[in-house]
């Protein structure tokens, strides 16, 4: 009899609700109250429910079985009532927090306690009134977060992440589950801003975002970006790039098609299904491609099945034509330096000349250009590169641990326009040098191969360096070969900064310092 008391206990605020349903949280202790019960729902009521189904479903199996072989009198038990309680609370815990969906369609720009504040107060014990307008809204440009305290570095800001964005992805998937495709564009526009302020408040991160001058000019027309890959947070931090409001505030849609890893989103069980982050890609319309795939001609259809599904569309395109993220990089110190820009991808890519740009992008734009010059479309197509600096040091690859009080700055480069005449490779170059001018790839390299050679060399060998590299600044071998040793152990920096050096005074022929490049690719 005490466990079903202990049982109702924790089910009380649920039955609460359903018997005084007509009543509302007016007052501010009421409010506060509502909201800490509804947090406590949020975080537990789903290991709740899990339990309780577990334990009814276990004891009304032992009720029959004694029904069945012993003769024992059988009657409906308490089970039936609490697995009925277990049920409604897990379809309520969803649509209790709809009208959070219109809430933030309305107001994207909502700062994102006063988002969680009225979601905690749906699931309370009392109904709550969900408003209209935001009270609180946050300026998408600069958004500072960070207090000023000690530099931490927790797997648990990890954890919060992952739940925020199952949280989120969630609330997305129902709005396209309840209304359609059409619905989840407006609204889930508005939850990926919410949950792009939310991770960074979470991560007490300084965000700027520095937009091109004249970005007005692209309005008309397809538009691709182009989008540097440092971190796990980019895809949520790229939302303050995309970000487009109506005059009142409210958002129609302006999240992009982006190109997403099948063999991550969809093929992998628990993002696909579990954290729900697949299902809600797939139900978005974002386009899934097989990395892994070795079949012939996989990459012109892939191509062809993107322009096919960006022509009819409003929607604009997303890709990272670094394919993956960049190698994370260390100070001196050994704190966090960011993330490097050519050191993407495997041994064999890492050798590769140019490997670590993939044309997807180029193909896609010049092959869209093309069609609508065919058909004599007015429409024009846009390459818009996007370049993230300090996302690297909040989360880099290879770390689950998130970093807080981080400064990160987008950058949104001047728009390539993109005609029928152009070539892939001369695309290509375009958005390869946009995207390196706007992360100051070469400068911030430079800069410290000059610190760290002053403790190598004397004055004069610096010099010579200094007079060396000049030669080589329209090329990038120097300049990938810095950022493939800076992501590597900080041990082996000082024999290979040596070796470069060396070759260098010397006239090393670009032939030489391919080798070099080989064999630096070899210690990944």
């Known amino acids: 009899m005490m466990t079903w008391i202990f049982l109702s206990l924790l089910y009380a605020?649920?039955?609460?609700?359903?018997?005084?349903?007509?009543?509302?949280?007016?007052?501010?202790?009421?409010?506060?109250?509502?909201?800490?019960?509804?947090?406590?729902?949020?975080?537990?009521?789903?290991?709740?429910?899990?339990?309780?189904?577990?334990?009814?479903?276990?004891?009304?199996?032992?009720?029959?079985?004694?029904?069945?072989?012993?003769?024992?009198?059988?009657?409906?038990?308490?089970e039936i009532l609490f697995l009925g309680l277990a049920f409604y609370s897990r379809w309520w815990r969803w649509h209790g927090l709809k009208p959070l969906q219109e809430f933030a369609r309305l107001n994207p720009r909502v700062e994102p306690q006063e988002f969680f504040d009225h979601l905690y107060a749906c699931l309370g014990f009392l109904p709550h009134r969900v408003p209209a307008k935001a009270e609180c809204l946050v300026d998408p440009l600069h958004l500072h977060y960070a207090k000023g305290k000690p530099i931490q570095q927790s797997v648990w800001l990890c954890f919060r992440g992952a739940y925020a964005t199952f949280l989120f992805g969630r609330l997305a998937y129902k709005a396209f589950r309840w209304k359609g495709s059409h619905y989840i564009k407006s609204v889930g526009s508005g939850l990926s801003m919410i949950w792009a302020v939310r991770m960074i408040q979470m991560a007490r991160m300084d965000v700027i975002v520095e937009k091109a001058p004249d970005l007005a000019s692209i309005k008309e027309g397809k538009i691709i970006y182009a989008l540097s890959h440092k971190s796990l947070l980019d895809i949520a931090l790229a939302q303050l790039a995309y970000f487009k409001e109506k005059p009142d505030g409210s958002v129609t849609s302006f999240m992009p098609r982006i190109i997403v890893a099948k063999d991550h989103f969809r093929d992998n069980l628990f993002l696909y299904r579990i954290l729900g982050i697949g299902q809600t890609l797939e139900a978005w319309g974002m386009i899934f491609v097989d990395r892994k795939s070795k079949q012939e001609g996989k990459a012109k259809r892939a191509v062809d099945n993107v322009v096919k599904r960006l022509l009819p569309s409003d929607m604009s395109l997303a890709i990272y034509p670094q394919g993956t993220r960049a190698r994370g990089q260390l100070n001196r110190d050994g704190t966090r330096w960011d993330a490097g820009y050519f050191c993407v991808g495997k041994k064999e890519r890492l050798k590769k000349e140019g490997g670590y740009f993939k044309k997807g992008i180029a193909h896609i734009a010049v092959s869209t250009a093309g069609t609508l010059a065919k058909y004599k479309s007015r429409e024009k197509v846009w390459v818009l590169p996007v370049g993230m600096i300090g996302s690297g040091t909040v989360c880099p690859k290879g770390s689950w641990k998130i970093q807080t009080e981080t400064k990160v700055t987008i950058k949104m480069g001047e728009p390539i326009l993109v005609d029928e005449t152009m070539t892939v490779d001369r695309l290509t170059a375009k958005i390869d040098g946009s995207l390196q001018e706007l992360l100051g790839v070469a400068t911030r390299l430079e800069r410290r191969f000059f610190m760290d050679l002053r403790e190598i060399l004397d004055q004069r060998g610096v010099d010579e360096v200094a007079v060396a590299i000049k030669q080589w600044r329209q090329e990038e071998i120097v300049y990938l070969i810095l950022d493939y040793i800076y992501a590597l152990p900080p041990k082996l920096w000082r024999g290979l900064l040596t070796e470069l050096s060396n070759q260098l005074r010397h006239e090393a022929t670009r032939d030489n310092l391919a080798c070099l490049r080989n064999k630096i690719a070899e210690l990944f």
């Open 13 to 78: 605020p649920l039955i609460f609700r359903s018997l005084f349903f007509f009543l509302h949280d007016n007052f501010f202790g009421l409010r506060l109250l509502n909201r800490l019960v509804g947090a406590l729902e949020l975080w537990f009521g789903w290991a709740r429910d899990f339990a309780v189904i577990l334990f009814a479903l276990w004891t009304l199996g032992w009720r029959v079985y004694g029904w069945i072989k012993l003769g024992a009198p059988f009657f409906l038990p308490f």
